[in-house]
């Protein structure tokens, strides 16, 4: 079967890095992507992943090692705003479509 | 702007009613998919269209069904609602060859 691990939970400060860890076990990989959900809305795309490395995009980076079947989201000089769900996803094949992790609830505080 | 739009975006309804949920798109892409969102268990993939003419099933279709009307619209049905189909069901759109999915805003089906 297909799954995809991460934690439930992370606490963080303000200004602080953290780092959301994404483990995956499908039967086909075709990238790894990260999105972000703030409370009930509408999840949006953060980044995509293909090949093994490090993508970054302002304040946030996300990193694949696919002969690990591991990626993670690396968030730095964290705000208040960043507060939010995110969600790794595994497309297996080309041709199909997103499997998502259960989500990780980042909590930032002052 | 180019959007997906959800219609209704909360509904009540009691158990055994035939519930239709419908997407609308306006950014021109090809494929749509439905999700469902429960706390704690993520986004599970119920169908996916890749355009008019495919319709796939995905990891929980059991209970559910989709008709593509056109390349905008994509409806997601439930023929006889039961209490456990209560979640936060999401439309999202995409364009070959993107990976990113765009979701449109939820809605919220409680079952009673």
Redesign the interface.
Known sequence: GQSLEQP?EVTAVEGAIVQINCTYQTSGFY?L?W?QQHD??????LS?N?LDGLEETGRFSSFLSRSDSYGYLLLQELQMKDSASY?C?V?EEA?T???????TTLSVSS | DADVTQTPRNRITKTGKRIMLECSQTKGHDRMYWYRQDPGLGLRLIYYSFDVKDINKGEISDGYSVSRQAQAKFSLSLESAIPNQTALYFCATSKRPSNEQFFGPGTRLTVL
């Open positions: 439930s990238g992507s999105y009930g809305g509408a999840p949006t795309f995509y293909a969600f996803a497309r041709g479509a997103l499997i998502f992790g259960k989500g």
